[in-house]
């Protein structure tokens, strides 16, 4: 679980930047909520999690936009069903293409666009990504939901937030950053992130 879920958490996590960098405004509005909620004079702890509203609605709308796994691991129809027209035999071999479903037009306004704010001002702030919302499931629904739901969250949450709320992160050039995915069963970068770090806090807590 820790070797599957070492990769995925990058992933979605070098996203996360990417998508920071080509809308400054949003990575400034969330390092002040951390500065606010946190303060200058410690680290982010697990605990600070919850009070971060807007970083968590960061994390939902990355996680929309570019789950680490856009397809779904197969799964397979237990009895004879018929969905929206379509009839679907029993033991049918299903294959969920997650991206295209959490950028269903018909479910998020502009979908393809990146509004972590969606999910603090609509109806969508009420969506998890923890399998309850089926228009949201970046890891699974389900009993083939990810058995490491719980850790990766967890560490992605905890990670960044401490990378946020500890460097000023920028990129080198102040070009936009090209957005192109890679072709694979994970959803990585095209081409390398590259970034620039600065100290924001007190040099004892990089030692």
């Known amino acids: 679980m820790i070797l599957a879920g070492s990769d995925t958490i ?12 080509n809308n400054p405004e949003k990575l400034e ?10 303060g200058m004079q410690r680290q982010v702890e697990e605990s600070d999690i919850k009070n971060l509203t807007y970083f968590q609605a960061i994390m939902k709308e990355t996680l929309r936009l570019y789950p680490a796994a856009p397809l779904s691991i197969p799964h397979e129809s237990t009895e004879d069903r018929t969905i929206v027209g379509y009839h679907i035999p029993a033991r049918t071999r299903l ?20 509004q972590p704010e969606r ?7 009420n969506f998890d990504v923890k399998g309850q919302s089926p228009q949201l499931i970046p890891f699974g629904s389900g009993r083939r939901i990810c058995t490491g739901i719980s850790f990766s969250l967890q560490i992605m949450h905890l990670t960044l937030a401490n990378l946020l709320h500890g460097f000023k992160i920028d990129r080198p050039s ?30 004892q807590f990089y030692e």
């Not at 990058?10 to 960098?21: E, G, H």
């Not at 999910?119 to 702030?125: A, C, E, G, R």
Request: proline share 3%.
């Open 174 to 203: 102040k070009e936009l950053l090209d957005m192109e995915e890679s072709v694979g069963t994970t959803s990585t970068r095209k081409t390398p992130l590259k970034v620039v770090l600065t100290q924001r806090l007190s040099a």
């Open 29 to 38: 509005k969330t390092q002040l909520e951390l500065e606010e909620q946190i």
């Open 10 to 21: 990058a992933t979605v996590m070098i996203w996360t930047l990417s998508l920071l960098f």
């Open 119 to 125: 999910f603090l001002t609509s109806h969508q702030k």
């Open 95 to 114: 294959i969920v293409n997650l991206q295209k479903l959490q950028r269903d037009s018909i479910v998020w306004e502009n979908p393809s666009e990146f």
